[in-house]
């Protein structure tokens, strides 16, 4: 039996689960959020939890019951609280700007980068201008967006310029050694 889709899901106040077949909503102070679920999954809602029950231990059904109950947990936790992630742009002269909803990157290119968010997802600078701030209630959407920001300018690898995530470790490779002292002679 699989420990994660055993686990039942706290549904806590004002959020409110609809389950029609195999369709689920799921709708809170945030907004709301819906998704298909396998059919072959029997969700159950009682006392104020959620559970998700697999038909048999057939090799698809385990894979299936632990991912079913881990989508429906994120969506209940991000229609209640919501989710963010922060990126740091690191680099002299690298910035990151706010114009309107979208986000301007000078990150080394010769023209500034304009990121727009997709829906449901909204972007945030600080006033250093270094860190943004993803943040929505789709757990996926919000993920993707930040690798998306991260994938324009990744980490360089010797001097650790570009975008990373907070608190992202780098380990950077050493450059070259130059010449060594006392070489040949002539």
Do not use: W
């Not at 609809?18 to 396998?38: C, D, F, H, Q, T």
């Not at 048999?56 to 919501?82: C, I, P, Q």
């Amino acid at each position: 039996m699989s420990r994660i889709g055993r686990m039942p899901i706290t549904v806590p106040q004002g959020v409110e689960v609809k389950i029609e077949g195999n369709a689920v909503r799921i709708k809170g102070p945030r907004g709301e959020l819906s998704r298909v679920v396998s059919s072959e999954m029997k969700l159950t809602l009682q006392d104020g939890s959620l559970s998700v029950e697999r038909p048999s231990d057939a090799k698809l059904h385990r894979e299936v019951h632990g991912l079913t109950r881990s989508l429906l947990a994120n969506m209940v936790e991000g229609v209640n609280n919501g989710y963010e992630k922060s990126l740091e742009v690191v680099g002299v002269g690298f910035r990151a700007d706010k114009e309107g909803v979208n986000v301007n990157l000078r990150v080394g290119f010769t023209h500034t980068v304009c990121i727009k968010p997709r829906p449901g997802i909204t972007l945030d600078v600080d006033a250093k201008n270094v860190n943004i701030k993803v943040s929505g209630i789709d757990k996926e959407a919000v993920g993707q967006m930040a690798a998306e920001i991260r994938r324009i300018r990744p980490p360089d690898a010797y001097k650790g310029k570009g975008i990373r995530y907070a608190g992202e470790v780098i380990k950077l490779k050493p450059g070259k050694a130059g010449k060594a002292v006392g070489g040949k002679a002539k």
